[in-house]
């Protein structure tokens, strides 16, 4: 199956610093990766959806400013997470869509995953 | 507003059993359906899909069943296995209208196969 990884798996960073966190599909092009964050015994939570070359797209109550996006090309994408604070602290979760060139829709591969505590 | 439910927060079942994973949903323009099987501080791996022009899929041990009348899919896995114990997300999208493969995904349930 397509492999997705993230980088780093564990980030332990103080309050008002920046984080970056990579998220790169290794053997297919994603035109379209997808950044979740989940909360403990919580369901995953779509944060946006960012295709390669153009700028993202945030769902309701995500602060671009704040989560930067950026889809530098078909294989890799990169979230920051800037002036963090404690109550970002979470566990976020990168997937990537492939092109099958197929009827049905492409099927997301994720990533292992990045835990983030802010101080 | 949750959009894709898994009632069941836990499940139990004895190996070599069948385990049954429900997932209700109230959105009719989803179209497309997955699993993911999730271990603890992993990300979700695809276990198997299924497009609203079908009724099953199966796939070796994992079937998904859907009903779209009653807006019901449930994952069969038979038999069941220790190394099956993980939580199971449910997802759905609306891939028809154009919104790129957005999953919405439940609230999973967490199976443990028992010795």
């Known amino acids: 199956g397509a492999v997705v990884s993230q980088h780093p798996s564990r980030v332990i960073c103080k309050s008002g610093t920046s984080v970056k966190i990579e998220c790169r599909s290794l053997?297919?092009?994603?035109?379209?990766m997808f950044w979740y964050r989940q909360f403990p015994k919580q369901s995953l939570m779509l944060m946006a959806t960012?295709?390669?070359?153009?700028?993202?797209?945030?769902e309701q109550g995500v602060e671009k400013d704040k989560f930067l996006i950026n889809h530098a090309s078909l294989t890799l994408s990169t979230l920051t997470v800037t002036s963090a604070h404690p109550e970002d602290s979470s566990f976020y979760i990168c997937?990537?869509?492939?092109?099958?060139?197929?009827?049905?829709?492409?099927?997301?591969?994720f990533g292992p995953g990045t835990r983030l505590t802010v101080l | 507003d949750q959009q894709v439910k898994q009632n069941s927060p836990s499940l139990s079942v004895q190996e070599g059993r069948i385990s049954i994973l429900n997932c209700d949903y109230t959105?009719?323009?989803?179209?497309?359906f997955l699993w993911y099987k999730k271990y603890p501080a992993e990300g979700p791996t695809f276990l198997i899909s299924?497009?609203?022009?079908?009724d099953k899929n199966e796939d070796g041990r994992f079937t998904v069943f859907l009903n779209k009348s009653a807006k019901h899919l449930s994952l069969h896995i038979v038999p069941s296995q220790p190394g099956d114990s993980a939580v199971y997300f449910c997802?759905?999208?609306?891939?028809?209208?154009?919104?790129?493969?957005?999953?919405?995904f439940g609230t999973g349930t967490r199976l443990q196969v028992t010795l």
């Open positions: 997802a759905a999208s609306a891939a028809r209208y154009g919104t790129a493969s957005k999953l919405t």
């Open positions: 299924i497009s609203s022009i079908k």
């Open positions: 959105n009719s323009m989803f179209d497309y």
């Open positions: 960012s295709n390669e070359g153009s700028k993202a797209t945030y």
């Open positions: 997937s990537a869509r492939g092109a099958s060139g197929g009827r049905l829709p492409d099927t997301q591969y």
């Open positions: 053997d297919f092009q994603a035109t379209t």
